[in-house]
């Protein structure tokens, strides 16, 4: 059985870091993408925040470039998104996902960004 384990999330000031991390165990076939994706009201659209492909290629929303990044440790079959310069508006559940012949999510981990 596929499992994804987030951690990470957290309460910060703006301005600060955060970095969310994703485990996935079990047998996963043919991996072709891992990223994070957030819902930031109930109710709204779960919306991209980075991909990572298997073949190392990156994309990001426009709304954290600059100030997020994505990696990943394919041996592991983890995760990573390192969160810079938080803002009020990253308030999010973020949920990580694993792309192969299935599509994969998290149970979701709660980020809070508030003064």
């Known amino acids: 059985q596929v499992q994804l384990v987030e951690s990470g999330g957290g309460l910060v000031q703006p301005g600060e870091s955060l970095r969310l991390s994703c485990a996935a165990s079990?047998?996963?076939?043919?991996?072709?993408?891992m990223g994070w994706y957030r819902r930031q009201a109930p109710g709204k659209q779960r919306e991209l925040v980075a991909?990572?492909?298997?073949?190392?290629?990156?994309n990001y929303a426009d709304s954290v470039k600059g100030r997020f990044t994505i990696s990943r440790n394919s041996t592991k079959n983890t995760v990573y998104l390192q969160m810079n310069s938080l803002k009020p508006e990253d308030t999010a559940v973020y949920y990580c996902?694993?792309?192969?012949?299935?599509?994969?999510w998290g149970q979701g981990t709660q980020v809070t960004v508030s003064s």
């Open positions: 991909t990572i492909r298997s073949g190392g290629s990156t």
């Open positions: 079990g047998l996963i076939f043919s991996i072709t993408a």
């Open positions: 996902n694993v792309a192969g012949a299935i599509n994969y």
